[in-house]
Structures are given as structure tokens and as C-alpha cells.
């Protein structure tokens, strides 16, 4: 299984999905976890963190393999609808969705 952690594409967004601690967990339980270059240096955490932790770093021009090959997604804001078209079918993602509030993602994620 393959957990793809994105950089964040909401402005102003400075959060990560996950820290080295919860990367090295994932893991040791035999996921493969790659982590989007750059997506934890406004937390202040380097790929050098997420790598030490044993994932792999995307690089900017592999970033669409990597979002079509996760079988799960982290992310803390919801997915953007292209984001979402980039999700493989049947992936699954953990976020702040807020289904009530956002009806319209609810359906475009169930639809992918």
C-alpha cells in the first residue's frame, strides 16, 4: 500500500499531514510512504526529516505519478477538484473534509 503525502495547496496553509514520527510508523507497519519535496518546509520539517524516517521524496516532476499511484492520501485541507481527478479510483483520503458543510466534495470523492 502507498501513502502519498501532497504538498498543500491552499494558500497560506503551513500544516502537514503527517510528522517523521507518524511517517516512520506507517512505515514499520509496511506501507511505502512518499512524501511531495517541499510539503513540510513551512511546518519546518525538511524532506531530510520524512526521508530519515524512511520515505521517499517526489520530486516536483513525478508529483502526478505519486498522486495516481497512493492508494491513501494525507492531507489536511480537503482536495482541490483537480487533485481530486488526479486521486486513482477508489483511493481513499484522510482530511479535514467536513462532509455536512461540503456536500458537492462529498459526492466528487465518492464518484472517484
Excluded at 512518499?34 to 524512511?54: H, P
Excluded at 492531507?75 to 486521486?87: G, N
Excluded at 462529498?106 to 472517484?112: D, G, H, I, M, S
Aim: glycine share 6%; charged share 25%.
Amino acid at each position: 500500500m502507498i501513502v502519498f503525502i501532497p504538498d498543500e495547496s491552499a494558500a497560506g496553509e503551513t500544516r502537514v499531514a503527517a510528522a517523521s514520527q507518524s511517517v516512520s510508523r506507517l512505515v514499520k507497519l509496511g506501507y511505502t510512504v512518499q512524501v511531495e519535496s517541499g510539503s513540510g518546509d513551512a511546518a519546518c520539517l525538511g524532506d531530510d526529516v520524512f526521508e530519515k524516517a524512511g520515505a521517499r521524496i517526489v520530486p516536483d516532476h513525478e508529483t502526478a505519478a505519486a498522486w495516481a499511484a497512493a492508494d491513501i492520501v494525507l492531507k489536511v485541507r480537503p482536495p482541490s477538484d483537480e487533485e481530486i481527478l488526479r486521486m486513482k479510483r477508489g483511493a481513499t483520503i484522510a482530511s479535514f473534509l467536513w462532509p455536512a458543510q461540503n456536500s458537492d466534495l462529498t459526492q466528487k470523492l465518492a464518484e472517484r
